[in-house]
């Protein structure tokens, strides 16, 4: 009883090693046709590319944060003019402290 256990045993390992072969060997396929796609396809993928917007992340600051923040650097955090009133200011704060919180969206 005991060799027909180790038997089944090694079968099955033996099954899960040539499934890992059989699996690669698709990942590997799968890469090579993807590769070959890009190659054959350059020159659409070049034009779509093109296409894109440039300014699509122009609304983005482009450039790093001062030492200490300004009130020009707060106001375009915020979406505000620098001139904006106190309301309008905590508005704007409220509004991205709500879409930015972790908890926001959870369902529990």
């Known amino acids: 009883m005991f060799v ?7 079968f099955i ?3 899960l090693q040539s499934s890992q072969l059989i699996l690669a060997g698709v990942t590997i396929a799968a890469a090579s046709f993807a590769g070959r796609y890009i190659l054959r396809n350059r020159a659409v993928l070049k034009k779509a590319m093109e296409a894109l917007p440039i300014d699509a992340f122009s609304k983005y600051h482009h450039g790093g944060f001062e030492a200490k923040m300004s009130r020009r650097e707060a106001a375009m955090i915020l979406g505000v003019p620098i001139t904006a009133k106190p309301n309008r200011i905590k508005d704007a704060h409220k509004r991205i402290m709500i879409a930015n919180h972790p908890d926001r969206g959870m369902l529990f």
């Open 13 to 15: 390992e033996s099954v």
């Open 4 to 10: 027909v256990i180790q038997l089944f045993f090694s």
